[in-house]
């Protein structure tokens, strides 16, 4: 779509920057917000070399209102946001609270806020299948109920889609679609942007290829004598390429009008479940490393088993996740090597 200008908070993050260049190959103009407190500016520069064009950046934070305001008065003829911007990790989520409250609520509801003032209607929000907790049916539709949540992170997702359910109800003109990710993992095939964990990863991939490439000793797989064929814990993990797709066409969909509710919920993943252990052996086929790996006991707060049903996304929103698994892994791996080939 050309002349239509979109606002990225979170632009310069892991999933941002991969959906930025999502929507500037589709034609769209991106405007980035981010406060680089868990990102790095030469992001651009990977975004600028994949694209061609280099995406508007404006370094502030959103808990920020009067800059926010600030803002919207320069761009004045934005066609979407998609927000990104927001604390994302687990245990710190556990040990500081307030912080997650405060930064993952205000940010959206200062968006909100000014999206209503300044007549912006459409609204992405990155979500996370860590609303479900473990479902009671597999593979989980978005129907399933919110289990209680397990972290101040995983609570702050689920009020903030009743945040936003609340606030499309009270503005009819206000679009919003609500996108659940399940494990996004991977890089962009040009290995010129990627995931770039500060400090010891949490997440599994991240984990494994530092571990590949000698920064860790070993993978500690989190329990074996889970309920499932290997034992280990299953995830569904989606390519972040593919995962940013689906955000272009979710703008896409508001701006042509196809949307069907004011809030809509559409679960990203892939489908098929895969075990911690077929992760480590798929990274090693496709790599062809050899992976250092000690089987040690479950991590609190784990659930055992969660994947995707992804019919109403792929039916309502005509995306579906293509890239296969050894393709990703073999993505994140290449990536890896060049964050660390350009460290020395
Ligand atoms: C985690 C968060 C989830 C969040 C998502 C964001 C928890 C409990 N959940 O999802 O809320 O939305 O990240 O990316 O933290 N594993 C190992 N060894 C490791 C790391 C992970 O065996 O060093 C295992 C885990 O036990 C799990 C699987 O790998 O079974 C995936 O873990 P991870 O990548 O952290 O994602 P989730 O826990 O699914």
């Not at 606002?7 to 260049?21: D, N, P, R």
């Not at 769209?28 to 651009?44: A, E, G, T, W």
């Not at 930064?103 to 300044?118: A, D, H, R």
């Not at 964990?197 to 290829?209: A, E």
Request: charged share 25%; glycine share 8%.
């Amino acid at each position: 779509m050309k002349n239509r200008l979109v606002l990225v908070t979170g632009g310069t993050g892991y999933i941002g920057s991969h959906t930025a260049v999502e929507l500037m190959n589709e034609g769209f103009d991106v405007v980035i917000i981010d406060n680089l407190s868990n990102s790095d500016k030469s992001v651009l520069d990977g975004i600028a070399a994949i694209t061609g064009r280099r995406p508007f950046f404006e370094q502030f934070d959103i808990c920020d209102k009067e800059r926010l305001a600030d803002f919207f008065k320069v761009y004045k003829k934005l066609d979407a946001i998609i927000h990104f911007a927001a604390y994302k990790a687990v245990g710190e989520s556990v040990e500081k609270p307030l912080m997650y409250y405060q930064n993952n609520l205000t940010t959206l509801m200062n968006l909100l806020q000014g999206m209503i003032e300044f007549n912006v209607s459409n609204f992405v929000f990155s979500s996370s299948a860590t609303v479900y907790g473990q479902p009671d049916v597999l593979p989980v539709t978005e129907s399933a109920p919110f289990k209680s949540a397990d972290s101040p992170y995983g609570n702050t997702k689920q009020i903030a889609e009743e945040i936003m359910r609340d606030v499309v109800n009270a503005n009819k003109d206000l679009y919003a679609i609500s996108l659940r990710y399940f494990n996004p993992i991977g890089a962009h095939p040009s290995a010129l942007i990627g995931e770039l964990p500060r400090g010891v990863p949490n997440n599994l991939v991240p984990f494994i290829t530092q571990t590949a490439i000698g920064i860790r000793d070993e993978l500690k797989v989190f329990g074996d004598d889970y309920n499932t064929p290997d034992g280990t814990a299953i995830r569904d993990y989606i390519n972040v390429v593919d995962l940013a797709k689906a955000h272009v066409v979710s703008i896409q969909r508001m701006i042509e009008g196809k949307s069907k509710r004011n809030l809509e919920i559409f679960n990203l993943g892939t489908g098929k479940g895969s075990s911690v252990m077929e992760i480590v052996n798929a990274f090693e086929k496709s790599t062809g490393e050899k992976l250092n790996y000690k089987i040690v006991g479950r991590r609190a707060g784990d659930v055992e088993s969660v994947y995707a049903d992804t019919k109403y996304a792929n039916k309502e929103l005509g995306w579906k996740a293509e890239v296969g698994l050894k393709e990703t892994l073999l993505s994140a791996w290449n990536w890896e090597k060049y964050v660390r080939n350009k460290k020395r």
